[in-house]
């Protein structure tokens, strides 16, 4: 492929504005094919190009291979993590992170970090560069309690996606500590730290949580080579949407947003009932130009890294 085609592929995919690189028509949501199980409905969103399912130049699919993740980076001991503060000096909302691969780092808002002084949770959608240096993280603390000798940190999975929205929505570390207690309460269980990795970690909510799991994972084909996200719904609510700006970033981060919705099935949710007309509306709200950007400024958010947009979320 010569280098003028080369560089109209490259146009052809980014477009020339930004805010429409996942509106329609260039996203299709498949409202006849729609992944289930139990209380949990996926509709997928594919990357369409003229009508078709959009073949990616190959310079474009190595741009999106350039990443990685958190878990997969802690595990190869590419990322590292460290506290701000000390056992005197308490800084609860941030910590360091090190990317010393050669790859761009995707942190994703609704990770959770075990360890450190106390368990933590990151709020937004952060890309750091390869061999990034130490940058400063928002996180929550999602333990309220211990405050002790620092462990070393790791990956402790996703959040649900109902607490990813409260991330979104507050400032308020209080907020994140008094909704953890709720869940707690709700389950008729106790713990001394209210911690949320032992929330999740608890038997029942892992056993479902992993059939669910174990039946939904086959259901995304890695062969579909435009498959960028999916629409969730739960009871008679549309629980959110992650979309990436490629098939790679997807299914890099299946795991990642397959279990979050999973979580909050599980905790919150119930049979789904919502009429297909009501999510095609919801759709229509998150996917159109026209009313994309007012639409994720209150109810989700986008991630631009070098005026691309790589991943939005939706509530």
């Known amino acids: 492929m010569n280098r003028h085609l080369i560089t109209f592929c490259l146009l052809a995919f980014f477009g020339t504005n930004v805010h429409c690189q996942l509106t329609y028509p260039k996203v299709r949501v498949d409202f006849d094919s729609v992944i289930a199980f139990g209380n949990l409905e996926l509709y997928p969103v594919h990357f369409v190009y003229g009508g078709q399912p959009y073949k ?15 878990k997969k980076g802690l595990s190869r001991r590419r990322i590292k993590i460290m506290e701000r503060g000390n056992l005197m000096y308490r800084d609860i909302n941030s910590v360091l992170v090190e990317n010393n691969s050669d790859q761009h780092l995707l942190l994703l808002g609704g990770e959770l970090l075990s360890g450190g002084r106390q368990d933590r949770i990151i709020v937004k959608d952060t890309i750091l560069p390869p061999r990034s240096g130490k940058t400063e993280i928002k996180v929550y603390c999602v333990e309220d309690s211990r ?12 959040a649900d996606a109902s607490l990813k929205k409260l991330l979104d929505s ?33 038997k029942v909510m892992t056993d ?3 059939i669910y799991f174990q039946n939904l994972l086959p259901e995304f084909r890695s062969t579909d080579s435009s498959m960028i996200g999916f629409v969730a719904v739960t009871g008679n609510q549309v629980l ?11 299914y890099n981060n299946l795991e990642i947003t397959l279990r ?33 950007d007012d639409f994720l400024r209150r109810n989700g958010n986008v991630l631009r890294y070098n005026k691309q947009v790589i991943h939005i979320t939706s509530y």
């Open 240 to 250: 959110g949407a992650d979309v990436f700006i490629s098939p790679e970033l997807f």
């Open 208 to 210: 479902t949580s992993g």
């Open 260 to 292: 979050l919705y999973i979580d909050a099935a599980v905790m919150t949710g119930s049979p789904p009932v919502m009429p297909v007309r009501n999510i095609r509306d919801y759709c229509e709200r998150l996917f159109d130009p026209k009313t994309q």
């Open 56 to 70: 990616f130049d190959e310079s474009i699919r190595q741009m999106m291979r350039n990443f990685t993740n958190l």
């Open 147 to 158: 405050w002790g000798k620092e462990k070393k940190f790791k990956h402790g999975g996703y």
């Open 170 to 202: 507050t400032v308020s570390q209080k907020k994140i500590w008094n909704e953890i207690r709720k869940r707690y309460r709700k389950r008729k269980l106790y713990s001394q730290t209210n911690s949320y990795l032992a929330l999740l970690g608890e």
